[in-house]
């Protein structure tokens, strides 16, 4: 793959990776707490279970206590299942959300730099579905206020001197 072709993906996927990242990695981290919290209280209930099969007297091998591991085996490959699912879910979610979120700042930023370097001011437009839709619009109309503006004191900045001679 060329530079050119992993700019452009890396562009299309993650326009501010720092910002995407760390927000993914922070719902992720949030989405295995909680897992691990559930974790932590079926683990608990499993051993009390246990615990009163054991004070029981039961042997290890009794069919109540291999009921008993045969459920927590279930359990935790049940909630690794959700974990993993939840992590994938995750980031894929926060990617998409954050895309949409990133797409008009880094728009706004082309638009500006545009602006700078090329002296021509052109109407901003955002993609259908980014957030801040009304962005555009408003800038739009701060843009050609300004420029009116400017266009009323030019010209009577220049009317001034003919009016005194």
Same mark, same amino acid.
């Given at each position: 793959?060329?530079?050119?072709?992993?700019?452009?993906? !890396?562009?299309?996927?993650?326009?501010?990776? !720092?910002?995407?990242? /760390?927000?993914?990695?922070?719902?992720?981290?949030?989405?295995?707490?909680?897992?691990?919290?559930?974790?932590?209280?079926?683990?608990?209930?499993?051993?009390?279970?246990?615990?009163?099969?054991?004070?029981?007297?039961?042997?290890?091998?009794?069919?109540?206590?291999?009921?008993?591991?045969?459920?927590?085996?279930?359990?935790?490959?049940?909630?690794?299942?959700?974990?993993?699912?939840?992590?994938?879910?995750?980031?894929?979610?926060?990617?998409?959300?954050?895309?949409?979120?990133?797409?008009?700042?880094? !728009?706004?930023?082309?638009?500006?730099?545009?602006?700078?370097?090329?002296?021509?001011? /052109?109407?901003?437009?955002? !993609?259908?579905?980014?957030?801040?839709?009304?962005?555009?619009?408003?800038?739009?109309?701060?843009?050609?206020?300004?420029?009116?503006?400017?266009?009323?004191?030019?010209?009577?900045?220049?009317?001034?001197?003919?009016?005194?001679?």
């Amino acid at each position: 793959m060329s530079d050119k072709q992993k700019k452009f993906s !890396r562009r299309n996927i993650l326009p501010y990776p !720092r910002f995407q990242l /760390t927000l993914a990695g922070v719902n992720i981290l949030i989405t295995l707490a909680i897992l691990e919290m559930v974790y932590f209280q079926i683990f608990q209930a499993y051993d009390y279970i246990r615990s009163m099969g054991v004070m029981s007297n039961l042997d290890s091998k009794h069919p109540y206590l291999k009921f008993v591991n045969l459920q927590q085996k279930y359990i935790n490959d049940f909630i690794l299942t959700a974990c993993i699912i939840s992590i994938l879910l995750t980031l894929i979610i926060n990617i998409y959300i954050s895309f949409k979120l990133v797409g008009p700042m880094v !728009r706004l930023s082309k638009y500006f730099e545009k602006m700078e370097k090329e002296k021509d001011i /052109t109407e901003l437009h955002f !993609r259908e579905g980014d957030f801040f839709p009304n962005l555009p619009d408003q800038i739009n109309r701060a843009i050609s206020a300004i420029l009116t503006e400017e266009n009323i004191k030019k010209n009577s900045v220049k009317e001034e001197p003919n009016k005194n001679t």
